[in-house]
C-alpha cells in the first residue's frame, strides 16, 4: 500500500507563501488523480486541490488564484504552492489519492498567524 508523507509547513505570516511536497512510498501512475486535503481544528477534512492526468486542475473556491498544484510523476512527489496565504488557511495539509484511498499518511501543519 503506497503511504504518503507530506512536509513543508510551518509558520507564516498572512500574505505569505509555502511550498507544500508530498512524497509517495510508491510509483504513483500518472493516470492516478492526486489531490491536497486538509483538516482545520474542530472542521472536517475537505479538498484543497486536485490534479486528473488530462484535465484541468480543481481548486475550492477558497483557494482559488492562490494556491497551484503540480506533480512530478518520475519522483512520486506531488507539490502545492500556496500564496497569500490567510489565517483560515490554518490546518493540517494531506495529500492522497482523488477520490482519497487508503490511510492518510503523514500531514502538514500550517499555521498563518501574525
Known amino acids: 500500500q503506497v503511504q504518503f508523507v507530506a512536509s513543508g509547513g510551518g509558520l507564516v505570516q498572512p500574505g505569505g507563501s509555502l511550498r507544500l511536497s508530498c512524497a509517495a512510498s510508491?510509483?504513483?501512475?500518472?493516470?492516478?488523480?492526486m489531490g491536497w486535503y486538509r483538516q482545520a481544528p474542530g472542521k472536517q477534512r475537505e479538498l484543497v486541490a486536485r490534479?486528473?492526468?488530462?484535465?484541468?486542475?480543481y481548486y475550492t473556491d477558497s483557494v482559488k488564484g492562490r494556491f497551484t498544484i503540480s506533480r512530478d510523476n518520475a519522483k512520486n512527489t506531488v507539490f502545492l504552492q500556496m500564496n497569500s496565504l490567510k489565517p483560515e488557511d490554518t490546518a493540517v495539509y494531506y495529500c492522497?489519492?482523488?477520490?482519497?484511498?487508503?490511510?492518510w499518511g503523514q500531514g502538514t501543519q500550517v499555521t498563518v498567524s501574525s
Open positions: 490534479m486528473i492526468s488530462n484535465g484541468s486542475p
Open positions: 492522497n489519492f482523488f477520490p482519497q484511498f487508503g490511510s
Open positions: 510508491g510509483r504513483i501512475s500518472s493516470i492516478y488523480a
